[in-house]
């Protein structure tokens, strides 16, 4: 969600106020990083070095609160993306050029506010694919609970409604905004990131969610880059690997690296690296290419560019 005018002075973005429409005006903190010293990212699957940015299309009318995007596990190419609060609910099929190639309406509850989209196994250990949105929005920290979202990976791209399932949660220590989704591919582990003033973010493990019950986030460990100098994360994604963590803030993008992680609470003592970023309005969607070789990033905003970086 837009941050409040609060949490806006905090970033230091000129954000006109939370409900605004209209596009900000562009600000020195949304400079890109294109020609900043990268860390050489050795001993991991993926990208030793990325490229600088190629705009490879602009975020389409049908989402113009474009808050997450997550890479389609069976269909290659395409990118699962949606609005932010107070739309409709839907979710999109995308290409990297932003043309809508299918929308699906969802049925079977009523969202608050979504924040993050990530798709992994409908199950820990199944190899059925399934699409998870997080509704863990909650600029004021009052939700009691919130939850994820859940609904099979469809097995072609084309319009349809589908029903999802409610997996509702709670924090073990109390409400917390949160607008970062983490799925490992390998296990089916959930995490969440929260988005706080006071670090990267606090790293949640979600358990026990299912249907009818009210699973638990227990907290792995906080999240920081070098001198504490970036907060309030909007967004993340899992390498298929599962040993690189993207992070995404307001003003960059951070690579979290861990040779031979295993399970989530392996990024709380990770490498954390900057890596190549670019100028958006509204910086809250990022996103591994579906084979691990590249990244995506998109922003609020019609008309605003989605950027994409590759191995170098």
Known sequence: MRPTTRLVAAAGLL???????????????????AGMPQVPATGLEGCLLYTDGRQTGA???????????????RHPGIFWGHNDSNNAFELFALDETGAVKATLRLTGADPRDIEDVAVGPCAPGGKDSCIFLADTGDNF?????????????????????????ALPFTYEDGA??????????????????TKTRASLGDLYAVEGLKPGATGKARK???????DDVDRLSTAAALHPSGERLLVRTYTRVWELRRPDAKRLEDFVQAQVVEVPGA?????????????????????????????????R
Do not use: M
């Not at 954000?15 to 990083?33: E, F, G, I, K, M």
């Not at 975020?59 to 596990?73: D, F, I, M, N, T």
């Not at 920290?141 to 399932?165: I, Y």
């Not at 917390?176 to 990131?193: K, M, N, T």
């Open 59 to 73: 975020v389409p009318r049908e989402v113009p609160e474009l808050s997450g995007l997550a890479a389609s596990q």
């Open 176 to 193: 917390h905004d949160a607008e970062s989704l983490i799925v490992d591919s390998r296990s089916g582990q959930v995490g969440i990131l």
């Open 220 to 226: 792995l460990g906080t999240l920081r880059v070098p």
């Open 15 to 33: 954000l006109s106020a939370a409900c605004s429409s209209s596009r900000p005006a562009p600000t020195a903190s949304n400079a890109p990083d």
């Open 279 to 311: 100028s958006q309005a509204q910086s809250e969607a990022v996103t591994f290419l579906q084979d691990g070789r590249g990244y995506l990033l998109g922003s609020e905003f019609v008309g605003e560019p989605l950027v994409r970086f590759d191995c």
């Open 141 to 165: 920290e009052r939700r009691k609970e919130v939850r994820l979202f859940r609904l099979p990976e469809p097995t072609s791209v084309a319009n349809a409604t589908l029903p999802v399932e």
